[in-house]
């Protein structure tokens, strides 16, 4: 089973970027799906943005979609979040999670009850 930890949170203003980092250690990164949540303060957490194994199937919520880019490097075990033009409803905690593909290649997925390992977590704050 793999582990995994977030980096790259931050205070930014609107208008800006940030890139989130979660690399993952242990063994078998290229059997899971990977995603990345978010929770804000008194809200429940939601999907962001997914991605099979390969990086070939990926997707995104459409209150994202445009303005982040997902993808994954499986010889460095990382996965990539890059947020462009943040919005002060951005403001989050960011989660990095994994999921088993369990042999489907194409797989991946925007429920969270799927999956199985998560990492602690890196605050994103943007300024007004």
């Known amino acids: 089973q793999v582990q995994l930890a977030e980096s790259g949170g931050g205070l930014v203003q609107a208008g800006g970027s940030l890139r989130l980092s979660c690399a993952a250690s242990?063994?078998?990164?290229?059997?899971?799906?990977m995603g990345w949540f978010r929770q804000a303060p008194g809200k429940e957490r939601e999907f962001v943005a997914g991605?099979?194994?390969?990086?070939?199937?990926?997707i995104y919520s459409d209150s994202v979609k445009g303005r982040f880019t997902i993808s994954r490097d499986n010889a460095k075990k990382t996965v990539l979040l890059q947020i462009n033009n943040l919005r002060p409803e951005d403001t989050a905690v960011y989660y990095c999670?994994?999921?088993?593909?369990?042999?489907?290649?194409?797989?991946?997925?925007?429920?969270?009850?799927?999956?199985?390992?998560w990492g602690q977590g890196t605050q994103v704050t943007v300024s007004s």
């Open positions: 242990g063994r078998g990164f290229d059997t899971y799906a």
């Open positions: 991605l099979n194994w390969r990086g070939d199937n990926i």
């Open positions: 999670a994994a999921s088993p593909h369990s042999g489907d290649y194409y797989y991946a997925s925007r429920k969270a009850d799927e999956y199985d390992v």
